[in-house]
């Protein structure tokens, strides 16, 4: 059964978190730490006290409630989702998944020019059917009521989504879990999805010299600087995944208690995942995604899935024979060079931005628009 859903923050709840960010006992930073130990308290605080003072979350609802939204419960969970029909006949349905830190605010603005490309001044042959779900865990879908909810148990409640919606075949995008969900869509029922477009591959970011060893050319020195900066991230800034992984029942008493620790905890990563020194997501964007967290309680459930993932982190990928695109922008955690995905994946479309990070749907929306189109049309 499918339910028509609005979002509808309770106002004692809005009056709690006012309260406990008047509250917030802050903690000690050592001078000249800057960034290097985690987000600085002035930054925190700053924004903490826009949060309290400033940010409209009754004008986020309204933004949200713009977009046709429904829940249903698939495998025993409940599944939110916007599901916004192209207004052109024949438009390709594509499922568009976010991953951690991040929630369904990521699509907000490239819903309308993927679905309505006329309206924006685009060719409507472009024109897109989006679904775009809350993960199993995450912000409206709310809580899950099993810890393994994997990449694997997610990708078939969502072809099951698609099912319920009467799409036999689809496509799907993502970057962060939602690259891991599409490509295991991909993996599982390879008949159904016509073609994945991912902002993220991990199986082709280099680890080791000898992921290096036949690459030649521009693409060796690519593969150099990837290759440094994953080792850079991986000794830096995988702390939180780790403690996700392994512990997330323990972290999760500071984040469910505390909005300032949420807070803190999400807005760290905006910056550190798009390896950048100041703020390329508008902070309206950003206490939407952390509000959202907030308001659900889905700070433990959401770590859950890092907990989760088949095989374990670093396991051998299975191969991929449904044709997949790749969009590579340069301020991510982890940069993928197109020889190494080529050994597992049907790589048949591949774009490298000059400038964007970890969200670029947020960050560059334009640029995503415009490689999302392109590679659904040669579909």
Known sequence: ??????????????????????????PDQPAGAGWRLGAPVDYVRELAEYWRTGFDWRAQEERINGFPQFTTTIDGTNVHFL????????????LLTHGWPGSIVEFLDVIGPLTDPRAYGGDPADALTVVVPSIPGYGFSGPTPSPDWGPDRIARAFAELMTILGYERFGAHGGDWGAMISRELALQFPARVLGIHVTM???????????????????????????EKGQAFSASGTGYAMIQATKPQTLAYGLHDSPAGQLAWIAEKFRSFSNTSVDLIDRDDLL?????????????????????????????????TVPTGVASFPGDIGLPVRTLAERTDNIVHWTEFGRGGHFPALEEPDALIADIRQFFRDR
Do not use: C
């Open 201 to 227: 591959l991990a199986s082709a970011v280099p680890r080791s010299e000898a992921d290096l060893a036949d690459l030649t050319g521009d693409e060796l020195a690519a593969g150099r600087r990837a290759l």
């Open 288 to 320: 939407a995604d952390v509000s959202i967290y907030w308001f659900t309680g889905t700070a433990n459930s959401s770590a859950r899935l890092y907990a989760a993932l088949t095989g374990g982190w670093g396991a051998p990928p299975a191969a991929n």
């Open 1 to 26: 059964m499918i339910t028509p859903f609005r979002v509808a923050v309770p106002q004692s709840d809005l009056d709690d978190l006012r309260a406990r960010l008047t509250n917030t006992r802050w």
């Open 83 to 94: 599901h916004v029909v192209s207004p052109e006949p024949g438009a390709t349905p594509v």
